[in-house]
């Protein structure tokens, strides 16, 4: 925890020193009516400059390294595969469509992530799939990406 | 006072066929929300705010508020049966409640826990309803000077409570506030922040932010350990819930307390039911005679922090509504829901949109009955509810997340921005910074900046302005007060141990 701290606190006070700088630079400060499109932009990053150099003092002088934080290695694995299969969702969705890309998506995790039975994870990902299809598409008419097979 | 006029209308609002079929979905789903652990009342609402685009914004916020109060009470049933809290305002409640629930008592204290939250919710709604017109009416002298301090305030408190860092704390509101810069600038009309992206002109959307932050961001820290919990079993008939004399006894005084405490704390910008309920366990237990009693099965331990957080969840409605500033976390995005249904919150909401506030306050009552008699005559349907695993519940809350991402404006680009909010919102409960601050402060930046800009535009004495008139001079002066006192503490703490570091 206090490695983490101390490198949140330097990427922080580099992100607040940056932020100022380009309101500085790329937006008005001050316009002819008063405070411009610069103005309140600016004091947050010199405000969240100030919070980081604060932050990373008492981080420096913080004698305990604090409990651990990370996941383990299958703590880790199992965030990596949900972060993962929610990125492949997004790719997929324009291609499959929507509803299709629900359904494999609750599959797979259900099937080779929780390990379930093919029955009870084919059950329960058509079954989403389906009353997700009939509140989304037939009841509040949200457009759903439509996938190649049309649905 | 035409409180009773106003009543009338509220309840003709609320009592359409339509908005009752609201209310009791919201009061069914948000007990089921609050009932299963690792959601929780913020992502809740995060979640269902999507549905209620179609709506009239009437139905949509009796749907959010019905959902807020429900999860008050279902929470209480985790806390009780599995000793783990449904959410964040019955922690609690599993120390009495638990112990309660071991001896073979979980029907009393559970029913001893909706008999509180109804009496104390019905109060906090009748107080919501008196305070909040005379408040209404106070806020509407508010020049841009005491808006600014106003909100100066609301993200000083909110931010100084939630996270156990204050600086973590400051950091996170300070980030939110960046966030809110992103796209076009109402005033001058420039871009910025937008890293040349055409998405980003139109600014970071609230949703995918708060759907990412609150419900992606804990199925993620669900999602890294997995494993279940065992529940008690108990019986639940309306005789083994329904508490004894001597219950009744022992828990009135505890629920008038936390009721009057839980909605002060409520009002308050900042404090919402969680920190209600740890107030109201921590004075039961000063004012008991009996304390020893407390840790293993005191009914007023369930009681007195059970009434204080219905109570607050009400209270917290009150700045919300008249003034724009909300109470809590859950407010906070009820907040942004209402300005995507191009409403204003503020003072001018109670005389522009009358029957809005006033079908949500007949609502609330409506909604309370519904609750009590849900979780006096149902409590075995949630118990089944918690027997679904949170290994399939887990995917779900998933499609959930991504499904209401998307449909606010059908772009994929919104479910992106969801996914890595959720990472961000993992990574920020992790690390001890507060998600909370940073959404509240997303919502109120582009307001704050339009008033201070305002401010700075009248005033012949620069940000001194704040301090010139009263109203805002007093607000400015709490809302320093509130960041310099943790802050110093914390510089104190750190610079007093500078005892030299173990080898």
Redesign the interface.
Same mark, same amino acid.
């Given at each position: 925890?206090r490695l983490?701290?101390r490198i949140?606190a330097v990427l +922080?006070l580099a992100f607040?020193a940056g932020?100022a700088l $380009?309101?500085a630079r790329s937006? $008005?400060y001050w316009?002819a009516?008063?405070?411009?499109?610069g %103005? %309140?932009?600016f004091w947050?990053?010199v405000?969240?400059a100030v919070?980081?150099a604060? @932050?990373l003092?008492?981080a420096v002088?913080?004698?305990d390294p604090g409990a651990a934080?990370l996941?383990d290695r299958r703590?880790?694995v199992?965030?990596g595969v949900?972060?993962g299969a $929610?990125?492949l %969702?997004?790719v997929l969705?324009?291609l499959l469509g929507?509803t299709l890309a $629900?359904a494999l @998506?609750?599959l797979g995790? +259900?099937r080779f992530?929780?390990?379930?039975t093919w029955r009870?994870a084919l059950g329960?990902s058509l079954t989403?799939a389906a009353v997700?299809w009939a509140? %989304?598409t037939w009841w509040?008419s949200?457009? @759903?990406?439509v996938g190649v097979l049309g649905f | 006072m035409d409180v009773f006029a106003n009543l009338a209308l509220g309840f003709s609002v609320a009592l359409t066929p339509f908005n009752v079929f609201m209310a009791m979905v919201g009061v069914v789903v948000g007990t089921l929300i609050g009932a299963l652990p690792g959601i929780g009342p913020v992502s809740g609402v995060a979640l269902l705010l999507p549905?209620t685009?179609?709506m009239p914004p009437t139905s949509g916020i009796i749907v959010l508020a019905a959902l807020y109060a429900g999860t008050m009470y279902g929470g209480t049933i985790t806390s009780v049966l599995i000793n783990t809290p449904g959410e964040s305002a019955s922690v609690v409640t599993c120390i009495d409640g638990y112990q309660m629930a071991l001896q073979g008592r979980a029907g009393p204290a559970l029913g001893m826990a909706a008999l509180g939250s109804f009496a104390a919710g019905t109060v906090g709604v009748v107080l919501l309803m008196l305070m909040s017109p005379l408040l209404a009416r106070w806020a509407l002298s508010f020049g841009p000077p005491e808006t600014f301090a106003l909100m100066l305030l609301g993200l000083t408190t909110v931010t100084g409570l939630t996270g156990d860092h204050a600086?973590?704390g400051? &950091?996170s509101m300070?980030?939110g506030?960046?966030l809110s810069?992103v796209g076009f600038?109402i &005033?001058?009309g420039?871009a910025?922040?937008t890293g040349g992206i055409a998405e980003m002109l139109d600014g970071v959307d609230f949703l995918p932010v708060a759907i990412g932050l609150f419900g992606?961001g804990e199925?993620?820290a669900g =999602?890294?350990?997995?494993g279940g919990e065992q529940i008690l079993n108990a019986r639940y008939g309306l005789r083994d819930v329904w508490p004894t004399a001597a219950d009744w006894m022992r828990s009135r005084w505890a629920i008038a307390r936390g009721t009057v405490l839980g909605f002060v704390v409520g009002v308050l910008p900042g404090a919402g039911p969680t920190i209600a309920s740890f107030l109201a366990y921590t004075m039961e237990k000063k004012l008991s005679r009996h304390p020893e009693e407390f840790g293993h099965g005191a009914i007023e331990g369930v009681a007195g922090p059970e009434s204080a957080n219905n109570a607050a969840s009400a209270g917290a409605m009150v700045p919300m509504l008249t003034l724009g500033i909300p109470g809590s976390a859950t407010t906070a995005v009820m907040l942004g829901g209402l300005m995507m249904w191009g409403l204003r919150p503020g003072p001018l909401l109670f005389e522009k949109n009358p029957d809005f506030v006033w079908g949500l306050i007949a609502s609330q009552y409506v909604a309370n009955a519904m609750l009590l008699v849900l979780n006096i005559a149902f409590i075995p349907l949630f118990v089944r509810a918690l027997r679904l695993p949170y290994? &399939?519940l887990?995917?779900?809350i998933?499609?959930f997340c991504?499904?209401g991402a998307?449909?606010q404006s059908?772009k994929?680009w919104d479910?992106?921005q969801m996914?890595v909010f959720?990472?961000l919102g993992?990574g920020m409960k992790?690390?001890?910074y507060s998600p909370a601050a940073l959404v509240l402060a997303l919502v109120l930046g582009p307001l704050a900046?339009r008033a201070?800009?305002q401010s700075?535009?009248i005033s012949d004495a620069g940000v001194l302005i704040l301090f010139q008139r009263p109203i805002a001079a007093v607000l400015t002066t709490l809302a320093l007060l509130a960041v310099a006192v943790p802050?110093v503490r914390? =510089?104190r703490r =750190?610079?007093g141990?500078?005892?030299p570091?173990?080898a």
């Open positions: 925890m983490a701290d949140a +922080l607040g932020y $380009t309101a937006y $008005t316009g009516h008063g405070p411009g499109s %103005f %309140f932009p947050l990053g405000a969240l919070l980081a604060l @932050f003092a008492a002088r913080q004698p934080w996941p703590g880790a199992r965030l949900v972060v $929610t990125a %969702f997004i969705a324009p929507m $629900t @998506f609750l995790l +259900l992530l929780e390990g379930h009870v329960v989403t997700n509140i %989304f509040l949200v457009p @759903f990406p | 549905l685009f179609g600086l973590k400051y &950091i300070v980030l506030l960046m810069m600038d &005033i001058s420039d910025r922040y992606m199925v993620l =999602a890294e350990e997995a290994s &399939i887990m995917p779900l998933i499609v991504i499904t998307y449909s059908n994929l479910v992106g996914l959720g990472v993992y992790k690390l001890g900046e201070l800009r700075l535009i802050v914390a =510089a =750190a610079l141990r500078r005892s570091l173990p």
